[in-house]
């Protein structure tokens, strides 16, 4: 869908291709990388400056849109926590048989614990499928920017790049 | 509406001294030295006063002192910001009506 | 008193560090109880570059302008109100609401910022309806939520950021209302509130708040082609809270009342004092940064900030031309870098045409 972007608030797959960044099917076939949903010319580059493999380019202007050689990028994640946006997760198409990874970004409370099945959810934030969590993150350097590993059938492998918000307990 | 004991990014709420204060006549434990209407929404009392022509019901509006909507009586003084006003230990503090009345302590 | 600073938000702080870091005695005036302006609200992590500390949390920002002010020494005065300026840059200060003091300054940077706009609607005086920025400022500074079901009007950055911000302090957030036919804030923040499933509804706008003393419902409604509401596409929103944010203005009375002349530039904000591209007015000595300049974004403002501090120092003899032009052109790099790309350009070519304007008078 044209201009899903700026009438629903999330890119469509469309929009997606447009970013050097978002990789292509046979991308993930070499294990975990980085996919940036970022799609407009912003001036920003921290996803450039924290990745240790120099994996992502943004150059000058800032406001490029940054591009990612799936060669070297050996999926770590420090980008995610990186993005001021977050606008990259972490793939792995090739976590199982059936099952993929996405390591995401997340902000809210409460946290889930590890062994914890959850919703995984799309781009709307519409629940897509159960989702087990196998990794929950903190570093000093992600600044409270947490990062939640989660498994997920391969069958919706596109559509989830997140998890459904748990809800405060009373 | 509730305090935010736990936040992602702004941790955990700071054990703080409490102080009591008195909002149409009921008692409140609130933060010593916290912005009168934040510790009544926190006590989920959100009108704070009543209009002199209409006594249309008014709450916080701009929350940083500008618009004077949450003005309220404090300790018989009306027409407080009460949201860049801190509480104090004993403060009585009344919905005000239309511009209110001048009370008799003096300043 | 040689440099006076008025705001001590980014816009303030950085002019004060910079004129303090060449020599000059600073004094900062705000109204305020506590330093920093918006930048303590602001709990998210700013975009730019490293030297626009990218990837720092707005408060941490605020946290290191403070600190920086207080290793130079610079001193501040809170819960001062400037109530005038005259042509001579005297400036009539009242402290704490009872002291009247008056000071002569060499020069003053003006960095008050700007204030939200309000949009009225049926019911937009019920408890329950605020500027998005109230909202903010309750739950990230005093940490109570000021509702539990919120409508948000406007999805500019101000608007899509506070409803996040709402999120992760445990409100729901029914919906994001736009008026326009597209969403006005970054593709990143709308696209972060999507996926927690808040919708966006563009081509809209609130027609009524419902409620007996307090907001318990919103009706929503569509717009035309031509921003017109269209009868019959009425909806209710349960909803005990409405945020607004519609816009920015500049807070403009002190560089009125110094004398200083205005241009018209809609897409700032409005009334912007004229300045030069060394953030000086239309008056000898008084110069301008932030917002109220031209309502754009804490990054910017930090940049104009040290732009009118250099310049301000330089005014005041602390450094040749050379020197000036030297350091505002580092300034003026890292201000380009930050006015690019769709967003930025809209705001690059507004300044250019105050510059331009102030370019006009001196001919």
């Known amino acids: ?170 | 509406m509730g305090r935010i004991i736990e936040h992602s990014i702004l941790g955990s709420l700071e054990e703080k001294k409490m102080v009591k204060i008195y909002i149409d006549g009921r008692e409140l434990l609130v933060y010593e030295g916290e912005m009168i209407a934040a510790a009544l929404i926190a006590n989920d009392v959100n009108i704070f006063r009543y209009t002199k022509h209409k006594h249309s019901p008014r709450g916080i509006y701009c929350g940083i002192g500008r618009c004077t909507d949450c003005v309220m009586v404090v300790d018989g003084i009306p027409n407080v910001r009460t949201c860049i006003t801190p509480v104090k230990d004993g403060m009585i503090i009344e919905r005000q009506h239309g511009v209110g009345k001048w009370g008799e302590k003096d300043d | 008193m040689p440099l006076v600073v008025i705001g001590a938000g980014p816009a303030g702080l950085s002019a004060a560090i910079e004129a303090a870091k060449a020599g000059v005695k600073v004094l900062v005036i705000d109204e305020n109880s506590k330093p920093g302006g918006q930048l303590f609200k602001q709990i998210h992590k700013f975009f730019g570059s490293k030297e626009h500390k990218a990837g720092t949390r707005g408060f941490d920002i605020g946290t290191l302008l403070l600190e920086e002010t207080k290793r130079l020494g610079i001193e501040v005065w809170l819960n001062a109100e400037v109530c005038g300026i005259d042509k001579n840059k005297n400036i009539w200060i009242v402290r704490s609401g009872k002291e009247s003091v008056n000071i002569e300054a060499g020069a003053i940077v003006l960095a008050s910022g700007a204030t939200e706009n309000a949009i009225s609607f049926d019911g937009w005086t019920l408890p329950g309806v605020m500027s998005a920025g109230a909202a903010q400022t309750m739950i990230n500074v005093h940490r109570v939520l000021p509702g539990k079901k919120i409508v948000m009007l406007g999805s500019g950055n101000v608007g899509v950021i506070v409803s996040y911000q709402l999120l992760q302090a445990g409100a729901e957030v029914m919906a994001i209302v736009e008026a326009a036919p597209a969403l006005g804030g970054y593709g990143v923040h709308t696209a972060k509130v999507c996926r927690a499933g808040v919708p966006f509804y563009t081509s809209h706008t609130i027609s009524r708040a419902i409620g007996k003393s307090s907001v318990e419902a919103v009706e929503t409604v569509q717009l035309d082609k031509t921003w017109k509401p269209v009868p019959g596409t009425e909806k209710l929103l349960d909803a005990d809270t409405i945020c607004l944010a519609t816009g920015l203005t500049p807070l403009v009375e002190l560089a009125w009342t110094a004398g200083c002349k205005f241009c018209y530039i809609p897409e700032l904000g409005g009334h912007i004092p004229i300045h030069d591209a060394y953030m000086e007015t239309t008056i000898e000595k008084v110069f301008v940064a932030g917002d109220i300049s031209g309502v754009e974004e804490a990054s910017t403002a930090m940049e104009e900030g040290q732009l009118a501090g250099i310049n301000a120092a330089a005014a005041l003899g602390y450094y040749d031309k050379e020197g000036k032009d030297r350091l505002s052109e580092v300034v003026w790099d890292k201000l380009d870098s930050l006015r690019c790309g769709a967003f930025g350009e809209k705001r690059k070519l507004a300044k250019e045409r105050i510059i331009a304007a102030a370019k006009e008078l001196v001919v």
């Open chain 1, 1 to 170: 869908m044209k201009n899903c972007l700026k009438k629903i608030g999330c890119p469509s797959i469309e929009e997606l291709k447009n970013s050097p960044a978002f990789p292509k099917k046979e991308d993930y076939l070499k294990g975990p990388i980085a996919v940036i949903e970022c799609v407009e010319e912003i001036p920003c580059n921290p996803c450039e400056t924290s990745c240790a493999k120099g994996a992502i380019s943004v150059g000058k202007p800032i406001t490029n849109l940054p591009y990612i050689d799936f060669e070297k990028c050996s999926g770590c994640g420090i980008c995610v926590a990186a993005c001021p946006g977050l606008a990259i997760y972490v793939k792995d198409y090739c976590y199982s048989e059936d099952e993929a990874l996405i390591t995401f970004p997340y902000e809210y409370l409460p946290l889930p614990k590890v062994g914890d099945t959850v919703a995984a959810a799309g781009r709307n934030g519409q629940e897509i499928c159960q989702g087990k969590i196998v990794k929950v993150f903190q570093s000093k350097v992600g600044n409270k920017t947490v990062l939640i590993s989660m498994v997920y059938s391969k069958q919706f492998f596109d559509e989830v790049v997140t998890m459904k918000r748990l809800k405060m307990n009373a």
